[in-house]
DNA sequence: TGCACCAGTTACGTCAACTGCACTAACGGG
DNA sequence: CCCGTTAGTGCAGTTGACGTAACTGGTGCA
């Protein structure tokens, strides 16, 4: 039993860690420094404390980003991108310089009347 | 009611244009060159063709490829990416470093044994 | 005494992407 | 006459990311 279930191919790899919408927003968030669980929630409209978590326990335990937990109360804790994480900013750059370029009516599910 | 389904971010916007993890690995495919409904089902094993028919006709809506079908026996379609969906080399090169360059430990559900 | 605060946790339900299998059309070859 | 070929389609079922609602713990403040 080998690991099968790890592809050759980079981008598989790299789907593998970034399945949801909001996995890849995180990373997105974390780009701009390092930020409090409150202030993610914020960042993310629409993002349920339950998704936040286990995004952040995810990424946490696969080295992506460091989370201090501060022994204060009320209770602050901190996430922060490592160096492993950080190096993803090439690809959320492409991502949006993509986004940015294309023209809306590559988004839109079809010919949407007003 | 203006089109509020339409984030401003470009991540976002990419994003909403590749949910599942197929996807974004038809594209890859399809960037190697234009390719027939067949041998994109072999480039991409266990894909069922459900789901490449799915994606491709939603790409096909969105003007990422074009689907050109020659009225033969056994018939022949040939999917090929379009300016717009050339476009997207960067992103999934950005993708491929990374899933090159990232630890197999970032892609492993834990510390798994053997 | 009791509420607010932050960062969660737990239980449950939803939704969309995806899968497998069976099936189709139309024709060439045996 | 039947088989094999290609590019799908339909139906049923599964998976997992995600959402909602309720709840926790320890302290400061009223």
Redesign the pocket.
């Known amino acids: 039993m080998v690991d099968v279930d790890l592809p050759d191919c980079g981008v598989a790899r790299f789907l593998l860690l970034f399945?949801?919408?909001?996995?890849t927003l995180i990373i997105r968030e974390l780009l701009h420094g390092p930020q409090?669980?409150?202030e993610l929630r914020e960042a993310l409209p629409?993002?349920?404390?339950?998704?936040l978590?286990?995004?952040?326990?995810l990424f946490e335990s696969r080295g992506l980003l460091t989370?201090t937990?501060f022994p204060e109360?009320?209770?602050?804790?901190v996430y922060e991108l490592t160096d492993l994480g950080r190096s993803l900013r090439p690809v959320l750059d492409a991502m949006y310089a993509w986004g940015k370029a294309a023209p809306v009516s590559a988004f839109v599910p079809a010919s949407d009347p007003a």
């Open positions: 399945d949801g919408p909001w996995a409090r669980f409150g629409g993002i349920s404390a339950h998704t978590t286990n995004r952040l326990r989370r937990a109360i009320p209770p602050r804790v």
